[in-house]
């Protein structure tokens, strides 16, 4: 409301301009053309336990991709906004270093798009940092995210769900074994969120998620803490074939 209302001096102060490539456009909180059309939806037809995109593929109604039939989950599904392509990841960089403020919005926004009406009671967790980068950055992404989708969905929200004990170096460089080796015990769940975190569903919320290592860790930590089921959301999503 008072946003509104001063609507027109912070437009004469800031002018509008896209967050990612400067562009000038016609609102706060949003991309311009160019930036949205680099933007990549993950389409149907899509794997029924991890919503992979199949792609161009022809595959039966509730078919199973190849990684998820290899290690068969144990998330509840992932729900991502969109693919890790240099569009997704140029809005990323920009909400990580400077403009988290609009960009939580419009980021959350395009997450909720694609995530489905969950029923009953569930409790939004973030994927935590380690301390000492949140010190560093002064803001957790993921709980940014995590907050705007609990203002449209109502769900619960635990900041604190999870703790980071160790800082993990870069998993890009890493083999998906030598991954999990370096995640085993980095996330545990907060013992002083256990009451909340057992029976729960959890919404375990990401902004990018990369091989999976980090959300594994995550949601293995969640259901050890006895989390009835862990799905994920993320705003990106990279598609691990090429690990
Ligand atoms: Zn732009
Ligand atoms: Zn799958």
Redesign the pocket.
């Known amino acids: 409301m008072l946003q509104q209302l001063f609507a027109p001096v912070i437009d004469l102060v800031y002018p509008p301009c896209?967050p990612?490539?400067g562009?000038g456009i016609a609102q706060h909180g949003a991309?311009?053309q160019?930036?949205w059309s680099e933007l990549v939806i993950p389409g149907e037809p899509q794997c029924a336990s991890c919503q992979r995109p199949f792609g161009n593929e022809q595959v039966p109604e509730g078919a199973i991709c190849a990684p998820c039939l290899a290690d068969p989950p144990r998330h509840a599904g992932i729900h991502a906004a969109t693919l890790y392509t240099d569009g997704a990841r140029s809005l990323v960089l920009a909400f990580k270093h400077g403009h988290r403020i609009a960009l939580a919005g419009l980021l959350a926004r395009l997450m909720l798009a694609r995530l489905p009406v969950l029923e009953g009671d569930w409790l939004v967790v973030p994927v935590p940092l380690h301390r000492r980068r949140l010190w560093q950055r002064g803001f957790n992404q993921s709980a940014l995210l995590g907050r705007e989708i609990v203002r449209v969905r109502r769900h619960g929200l635990l900041v604190d769900g999870l703790l980071r004990l160790r800082a993990t170096p870069p998993l890009g460089e890493l083999g998906r074994r030598e991954r999990a080796k370096v995640m085993k015990g980095a996330i545990v769940a907060n013992p002083r969120r256990a009451g909340q975190i057992a029976g729960a569903q959890v919404l375990l919320v990401d902004d990018v998620m990369t091989s999976g290592a980090t959300t594994n860790a995550c949601v293995d930590a969640l259901l050890k803490a006895g989390a009835a089921k862990v799905r994920i959301a993320c705003f990106s999503r990279v598609l691990d074939e090429a690990l």
Do not use: K, P, R, V
């Open positions: 896209c990612t490539c562009e991309l311009c160019d930036c």
